[in-house]
Every structure is written in structure tokens, then in C-alpha cells.
């Protein structure tokens, strides 16, 4: 009965620590009956350009003829708590918005963690996995 258990846990252990190696992603389609290509493209631009500051410096690829928007933005994470202040600092990411008559698909990946100059190196996460 101890052999089983043993085997259980140490099972246990592998496939927990075999998980974490996918990249973090988000992908959804989003329909959008009866609205052309151009006017979601509009809308989306309209949108990045509302919620990003500086879209210029967001923006890798702009094409409005294929419907693509691709950009590299950032967003500041912090813990209100004092035992993972080491871990404040900012995420990474790539967007990706694809445009089609009538949807739209929305990709979030390549989510990177850095922390703030001063914390410790190793609280550096670096590629966010699951």
C-alpha cells in the first residue's frame, strides 16, 4: 500500500511539473453580423488607439488591405502584497487582430514578465507558460 502511494505522488509530481512549458495565449473570434471588413477595421484601430498611449509605438504591422493589425504593447503588474514586491514590474506581449467581413479574431501571446531594476534577478520570470 506504501509502494502505490509513493508511485501516486511521484506521478503526481511529474505531470505537475511537466505541465508549465505552453506559452500563455488568448485567441477568440469575434462575429460581427452584417458589418464589412473596412468598418471592424476602422473600429479596431479606433479601439487601439483609445486604450493604447502611443500607438505609433505600439503598432508592428498595419495593413488594411489584408486586415491584419499586429503590435507589442505593456502593462505594469504589481501584488499588493510586501512578500512578492520582488515580482512588480511590467508584461510583455504581442496582439495580433485579424479581420474578416462580418468577424475578427483577437490573439494575446508571447506574454513576458520583467521586474523592476533593483529586485532580484531571479524573480525575473521571463516567458509566461501554463
Not at 499588493?80 to 475578427?104: C, H, M, P, T
Not at 479574431?105 to 506574454?111: A, D, I, R
Request: glycine content about 6%; proline content about 1%; charged content about 25%.
Amino acid at each position: 500500500m506504501k509502494k502505490l502511494f509513493l508511485l501516486l505522488f511521484v506521478s503526481m509530481g511529474y505531470f505537475f511539473s511537466s505541465y508549465g512549458q505552453e506559452k500563455l495565449t488568448f485567441s477568440k473570434v469575434i462575429e460581427v453580423k452584417d458589418v464589412d471588413k473596412t468598418s471592424i477595421y476602422i473600429s479596431l484601430r479606433d479601439w487601439i488607439s483609445t486604450y493604447y498611449r502611443d500607438t505609433q509605438e505600439v503598432l508592428q504591422m498595419d495593413d488594411k488591405d489584408a486586415g491584419i493589425i499586429i503590435g507589442k504593447a505593456i502593462f505594469l503588474y504589481s501584488m499588493n502584497n510586501l512578500a512578492y514586491a520582488a515580482y512588480e514590474g511590467k508584461i510583455w506581449y504581442s496582439i495580433k487582430l485579424q479581420v474578416k467581413d462580418g468577424r475578427f479574431k483577437v490573439e494575446m501571446l508571447n506574454f513576458v514578465h520583467e521586474n523592476k531594476k533593483g529586485n532580484a534577478p531571479t524573480c525575473n520570470l521571463g516567458l509566461i507558460t501554463i
